[in-house]
């Protein structure tokens, strides 16, 4: 595998042709900012290019596209991925279809693992929709509305809207360049719609996540359960499950958040989250899980009463004294 | 009363000897920065400064100040008030002291009222701690961490951690230059905590919140009543009560949310807050009320269905077709 600084890459996606981009499965603000934004690009190029993705854009992500969603009119002659940090990521079909041809990979995961024939790699920068803003400073187009669209929400979808601690100066100058460039962007809108709206049955779920939450250690662990009788007794709908690893790390004082989910009789899905020194990688590794140091998981086995015992005890002896 | 431009203000501040420096009651992140940071501009430039407040400083943003709080053990030879839109809110005690003795204002609040002999006022700012930033250039100083610390905290508190459409371009370079200059702050850790984590207290209370969220006007009204019964009824602490006033406007789909709250039998005190394009200072205007376009209030009289009935009656009308 070639690994590219972003010239050499520039260079190649100016004489690419007919490009499919892939983007990961389970779609968030920046794949889809980056796809979209990258086609966009290379339309204004003069050339064809489609994004694909293994499931249909979710709705609240949709007015980031140009129009419909549509089927690529065309075949291939190469093939980009944008923040797909392992072939696997792509999904099955999109896997199978496409796992070994990508001709170019751009991503900004620093745990990327190589697939595509040459890579760019920006393990610093917050986002590939980050590293898009620069490359558009290097191809012969203008950065559109619609692009700024793109962008603006990558970069703010992947650092919880510049929160976290992956913002580094260069996204807020590219955040600034944008807004500046493009002052009729609803930015405050599209804020909101990624970070403070819920729907209803979320609420109704937290509520019940709030009467779940229990404090261990002093109130440094938070720890949420929900057995496969809770998830009946109140008809939680799995999916909206999903994202609630860290709800515990929001109580005060919590620096370990632990969300165990049931998934059959016995066998739980631990999710642990780091609010910021405990490396609950570490952690999961000795459970026989793993992760990065601040979102990590594993699967247990046992009474929701052993289970706790052994992670309470992990997460004691994973903290610094 | 003179306009100064940000030269003459510091000039002037250059000049100045033994100031007090005075911020606004209900201390928030803005205000608080923007007055430890400035004082500690001034004791580089080897002046006595101390930052005066009607309250004492809440312990949530106490990691800004650089030690104890004290009071001065100087007489004062100027006085300065950072981020204070009118003389009023001083309160009371700072108000009667000094509130016809200010030097200089120093603001960002379009709605400035003036009460200083001299004034600089910039309306497009998203916060004073970013107006200091650009102090900071045109003083002989060089920034501190716990410059730095004050002067982020102040714009990301102010603008809901850039989310908010007061975030301009150079809010975003503005943070972009002090996490270049101190990459060692803890900018995660101040985020967290200012925006992520909630006491248990408050999360009981977002139980009971969620329980009373009412949708009308095909859910475009989200409202939530606390009724003295309510009060007392869940024993709700009334200053876990402030804040709430944007609840409701979190619920999908909503564009105006209404917490009325019952100060005593009959009486409510209502909150209006507008997602996007309603103008709720129109409506509260309608109803005796007033404020900011997405940001407002009124106080009504009635049994708890009359008061909604007027309510939404307003909203209906105020609503754009």
């Known amino acids: 595998m070639q690994e590219w600084n972003l010239k050499e890459t520039a260079d190649w996606l100016k004489a690419c042709e007919d490009a499919y981009i892939l983007i990961h499965q389970n779609p968030d603000g920046d794949c889809i900012g980056a796809g979209?934004?990258?086609?966009?690009?290379?339309?204004?190029?003069?050339k064809r290019a489609a994004v694909l993705c293994n499931e249909p854009i979710p709705n609240r992500y949709r007015f980031m596209l140009p129009g419909e969603e549509k089927a690529p009119d065309f075949a291939p002659r190469c093939v980009i991925s944008v923040d797909?940090?392992?072939?696997k990521l792509l999904g099955d079909e999109l896997r199978a279809r496409f796992g070994n041809a990508v001709d170019l990979c751009m991503d900004h995961h620093i745990s990327n693992v190589p697939y595509a024939a040459a890579r760019y790699l920006d393990g610093q920068a917050a986002a590939t929709c980050e590293i898009l803003c620069e490359l558009a400073k290097l191809l012969p187009i203008t950065v559109t509305e619609q692009m700024a669209v793109c962008l603006y929400t990558g970069m703010a979808t992947d650092t919880g809207c510049f929160q976290y601690d992956n913002t580094r100066p260069a996204t807020f100058r590219a955040a600034a360049d944008l807004k500046e460039q493009f002052p009729e962007v609803r930015y405050g809108q599209i804020n909101r719609k990624m970070f403070a709206v819920k729907s209803f049955g979320r609420l109704r779920l937290e509520q019940l996540l709030i009467d779940r939450l229990e404090q261990h250690l002093d109130g440094k662990c938070t720890l949420i359960c929900m057995t496969q009788e809770v998830l009946k007794k109140f008809q939680v709908d799995e999916a909206e499950l999903d994202g609630i690893a860290g709800f515990p790390l929001q109580v005060d004082g919590t620096e370990v958040g632990i969300t165990m989910k049931e998934k059959e009789p016995g066998k739980f899905r631990i999710s642990m989250r780091s609010a910021d020194e405990v490396n609950v990688s570490a952690i999961c590794q000795s459970l026989g899980g793993g992760g990065h140091f601040k979102?990590?998981?594993c699967s247990l086995s046992g009474t929701e009463a052993e289970v706790k015992e052994i992670l309470l005890k992990a997460v004691a002896e994973g903290m610094p004294m």
């Not at 979209?36 to 003069?46: D, T």
Request: no cysteine; charged share 10%; hydrophobic share 50%.
């Open 36 to 46: 979209y934004a990258l086609a966009e690009m290379l339309h204004q190029m003069g």
């Open 84 to 87: 797909v940090a392992d072939s």
């Open 295 to 297: 979102a990590s998981g």
